[in-house]
């Protein structure tokens, strides 16, 4: 459990800290599929863990303004209903994209949630333990998640 929300935003920061190895691969490197990530490439791997740091982005959006988020509602139905089907989604979405908007938003949706996040009001994520566990399972416990395909994808991508 966090006490404030700079410790949790220094956790995450510093989870996050060896994706950004991610943007220093070059394009080819990045299309690349990897068999030691589930055939990921590193284009998927930013555009699936973003895609999910944007589902945070339009809660803590919410949040700010309101005490409920509308999107974390829906994306739980969405995940009950079948998160591999969801999570498939969204990696064909990002597929779609072309790799120049992956890198901006790969560089730029992290440090826009860590932003949102400073005014939320604490309260309604931080004190929340259902809120906190859903910030905290699409940052910090994603990322840990996905150390072994992004160690796979650079490996490849030397």
């Known amino acids: 459990m966090y ?3 700079l ?8 989870a996050w800290r060896p994706f950004e190895a991610l943007a220093g691969l070059d394009d080819a490197a990045l299309e690349r599929s990897v068999p030691d990530a589930h055939g990921w ?14 589902v945070s982005l339009a809660v803590a959006r ?11 509602s ?12 969801l999570n498939d989604r969204l990696v064909t979405t990002w597929a ?4 120049d908007e992956v890198r901006r938003r790969f560089d730029t949706v992290p ?4 932003g949102y996040l400073t005014v939320v009001p604490e309260i309604r994520w931080l004190k929340d333990a259902a809120m906190l566990e ?7 416990d994603h990322y840990r998640e996905h150390v072994d395909d992004l160690e796979a994808i650079l490996a490849a991508g030397r």
């Open 96 to 99: 779609e994209l072309p790799l």
């Open 41 to 54: 490439s590193g284009r998927d791997l930013m555009g699936h863990l973003v895609a999910w740091l944007e």
């Open 111 to 114: 440090g826009e949630l860590r």
């Open 3 to 5: 006490l404030d929300a």
């Open 74 to 85: 829906r994306i739980d139905a969405e995940w009950a209903a079948g998160g591999d089907a």
């Open 7 to 14: 410790e949790f935003l220094d956790d995450e920061r510093e």
């Open 62 to 72: 919410e949040l700010a303004v309101d005490e409920s988020s509308a999107t974390r």
């Open 134 to 140: 859903s910030f905290q399972g699409e940052t910090i």
